[in-house]
C-alpha cells in the first residue's frame, strides 16, 4: 500500500513515503507562498496515494489545498489529533483539543526513546514540553520564536529590521543586538526550563529540537540532539497505533 505522510505547519508543508516497517523514506518540503504552496511540489508526489496521514495545525485554507490535492490522488486522508494518551504517552493537558498536534506528535516519537526528554520545537512559536521516563507529559511552555520576535519589533518599530545581523552576547550595533537579544531570550527560556526539569526529575532529560528556527539555535546548545523531522516520526509511530482512532477526511 502506497501510504504518504504529511506535517502540515504555519510556514512549511513537510512530506515524505512510510514503508510498511514503519521507517519514513527521504523528507521533503515546500514553504508557503501567496496563500498556497509553491506549485513545483506536487511534481514530487506519485500520481496515486493510497493513504495519507496529515497532521496540521495551519489555517483551514492550507488545509483545504493539501486536501484536495491528496483527494486529486484517490487518497484515503486521515487527519492526526490529540489523543489523551496513546502508545505509552499521557499528555498533562485535561483538555486534549487544546495541545496542538505537532507538540503531541513530537512527543510521541521523542517517548520512543524511553527516556526523560525535554522537546524544543522552534517554528512560527517557540514550544517546550517535558516528558519523564514513563511517558507522563509534565506539561510545557509556550512563547514567540526569535523570528517572530523580530517580525513584532519591526511591525511595531519599522526602523528595526526583520532578519539580519549577527549573534553576540554583547552587541555593537543594532542589527546584531536585535538577533543577539530574540535567539538570546529562546536560549534564556529553554536553558532555564532544561534546569527546571533536572530539579524536577532528579537527573538531566535529554534536550531534543526541532523545527525550522531551531538550526539557528543548536550551535548555542551544545547538549541538544538535532531531531529535523520529529513530528513526521511521530506521525509514523501515530499511523502504527492508532489504527481506527484518527479521523478520516475527504
Given at each position: 500500500?502506497?501510504?504518504?505522510?504529511?506535517?502540515?505547519?504555519?510556514?512549511?508543508?513537510?512530506?515524505?513515503?512510510?514503508?510498511?516497517?514503519?521507517r519514513i523514506g527521504a523528507v521533503q518540503g515546500t514553504s508557503h507562498v501567496e496563500g498556497g504552496f509553491d506549485p513545483e511540489w506536487l511534481e514530487e508526489l506519485p500520481a496515486r496515494i493510497d493513504v495519507a496521514i496529515v497532521a496540521s495545525v495551519a489555517s483551514p485554507a492550507l488545509r483545504m489545498i493539501l486536501l484536495d490535492a491528496l483527494a486529486a490522488r484517490g487518497a484515503q486522508v486521515q487527519l492526526a489529533h490529540t489523543l489523551p494518551t496513546l502508545d505509552g504517552l499521557t499528555i498533562a493537558y485535561a483538555d486534549p483539543t487544546r495541545f496542538g498536534v505537532d507538540r503531541?506528535?513530537?512527543?510521541?516519537?521523542?517517548?520512543?526513546?524511553?527516556?526523560?526528554?525535554?522537546?524544543?520545537?522552534?517554528?512560527t512559536?517557540?514550544?517546550?514540553?517535558l516528558i519523564d521516563g514513563e511517558g507522563r507529559h509534565l506539561g510545557g511552555r509556550i512563547a514567540p520564536s526569535p523570528t517572530l520576535m523580530r517580525e513584532a519589533l519591526h511591525r511595531r518599530v519599522a526602523q528595526?529590521?526583520?532578519?539580519g545581523g549577527d549573534y553576540a552576547e554583547f552587541a555593537d550595533d543594532t542589527d546584531d543586538a536585535l538577533v543577539s537579544g530574540c535567539e538570546g531570550a529562546a536560549l534564556g527560556l529553554v536553558e532555564r526550563s532544561l534546569s527546571e526539569a533536572t530539579a524536577r526529575l532528579g537527573t538531566r532529560p535529554r534536550l531534543?529540537?526541532?523545527?525550522?528556527?531551531?538550526?539557528?539555535?543548536?550551535?548555542?546548545?551544545?547538549?541538544a540532539h538535532w531531531r529535523a523531522d520529529l513530528v513526521l516520526h511521530g506521525l509514523a509511530r501515530w499511523h502504527r497505533a492508532s489504527a481506527g482512532i484518527a479521523s478520516p477526511e475527504g
Open positions: 500500500m502506497n501510504t504518504w505522510l504529511f506535517d502540515l505547519g504555519n510556514t512549511r508543508l513537510k512530506f515524505a513515503s512510510l514503508d510498511g516497517d514503519g503531541f506528535l513530537a512527543l510521541l516519537s521523542a517517548h520512543a526513546d524511553g527516556a526523560p526528554a525535554l522537546v524544543v520545537g522552534v517554528g512559536a517557540l514550544t517546550v514540553d528595526l529590521a526583520p532578519s531534543l529540537l526541532h523545527g525550522g528556527g531551531g538550526e539557528a539555535l543548536r550551535g548555542r546548545l551544545p547538549d
